[in-house]
C-alpha cells in the first residue's frame, strides 16, 4: 500500500510539473497577436469585449459587435504601452454623462501590464491616467 | 490467494493512480480559475476610459468651483492669503514611468526594478 502511495505521489508531482510547463507563455508579438475576449466571456457572445492585436502594431477594442477604441500598441518587456482613440461617448452605457461627447474623438494613452501568462489567457492590469483595473483574457479561435 | 492473483491486484491498483492522477492533472486543475479569471466586468479598455472621462472631469469641475470660489473670496478679502495646496500623490503609472526611466539609464538593476514595480503594483 505505501509503495502504491509513494507511486501516486510521484506521478501527481510530475503531473502538476508537466501541467505548469506545456501551460507557461512566454510574452511576445506573436504570443499576443490575434482576438481575447476580457474576462473570460464567450468569444461568440455578441456583448462580449474582444481585443484584437494586429501583428503590423495596431489594435481594435471591440463590444456590442462594434469598435469602440482603435490604436497602437507596443510590447516592452511585460508591459503593452497602448496609444488609442475613442470616443467617450462610446461608453455611455457606463456613465450617462459621456453621452456629450457624442461625435468627440479623443486620444487616451494606458498600459497593460501582463502576467500569469498561459497558453491560451493571461491577467492584466490596465492603467489609463488614474484609473485601474485587472482583467483577464482568454483567446479566441 | 497466490502470488500471481497478488500481482495482479497490484497492478490494477498502480493502473488507477495512474488514470486518477492524470484526470486531476489535465481536467481539475486547469480548471481552477484565478480570482480575475472568475470576475466579470462590463468593460476593461471602455472602463478604464469612462472612469479616466469622468473623473478628469470631476477634477477639473472641483478645480473650477475651488477657482470660483478662491476668486470670489479674493474679491472680498484681497488682503488674506490663502494656505498652498499639498503636494498631489504620485500615481502608481507615474512612479511606474518614473521606475522605466531609471532602469533605462541604467541608474537601478533589473532585479531591483522588478522588486519596485512589484512593490507599486502591491499597494494597489
Known amino acids: 500500500m505505501m509503495r502504491v502511495f509513494n507511486y501516486g505521489t510521484i506521478l501527481m508531482v510530475l503531473c502538476v510539473f508537466l501541467v505548469s510547463g506545456t501551460n507557461a507563455a512566454e510574452l511576445s508579438v506573436d504570443y499576443l497577436s490575434g482576438r481575447w475576449v476580457i474576462d473570460a466571456e464567450d468569444c461568440s457572445s455578441p456583448t462580449s469585449e474582444i481585443i484584437e492585436f494586429n501583428k503590423n502594431s495596431t489594435f481594435v477594442g471591440n463590444r456590442n459587435g462594434k469598435a469602440e477604441i482603435a490604436g497602437f500598441w507596443v510590447l516592452k518587456e511585460d508591459n503593452v504601452e497602448l496609444h488609442m482613440v475613442t470616443s467617450p461617448a462610446s461608453f455611455q452605457d457606463l456613465h450617462k454623462d459621456l453621452a456629450e461627447f457624442n461625435g468627440i474623438y479623443s486620444y487616451f494613452e494606458g498600459r497593460m501590464l501582463i502576467f500569469n501568462l498561459q497558453e491560451k489567457s493571461f491577467e492584466a492590469y490596465g492603467v489609463i491616467g488614474k484609473e485601474i483595473k485587472r482583467t483577464s483574457a482568454v483567446r479566441c479561435p | ?124
Do not use: W
Not at chain 2, 9 to 20: A, E, I, M
Not at chain 2, 34 to 54: N, P
Open chain 2, 1 to 124: 490467494m497466490n502470488n500471481i492473483s497478488k500481482n495482479r491486484v497490484v497492478n490494477v491498483n498502480k493502473v488507477l493512480v495512474v488514470l486518477v492522477a492524470t484526470t486531476i492533472c489535465f481536467t481539475i486543475l486547469p480548471g481552477f480559475k484565478t480570482e480575475a479569471q472568475a470576475s466579470k466586468g462590463a468593460a476593461f479598455l471602455g472602463g478604464m476610459v469612462a472612469g479616466h472621462v469622468v473623473t478628469g472631469a470631476v477634477s477639473r469641475s472641483k478645480r473650477r468651483t475651488e477657482a470660483e470660489e478662491s476668486q470670489a473670496y479674493s474679491q472680498q478679502h484681497y488682503t488674506r492669503q490663502t494656505a498652498p495646496a499639498p503636494a498631489a500623490k504620485p500615481t502608481a503609472e507615474s512612479r511606474i514611468k518614473q521606475l522605466d526611466k531609471l532602469a533605462a539609464g541604467g541608474y537601478i538593476t533589473p532585479a531591483e526594478y522588478k522588486t519596485k514595480k512589484k512593490a507599486i503594483l502591491d499597494e494597489m
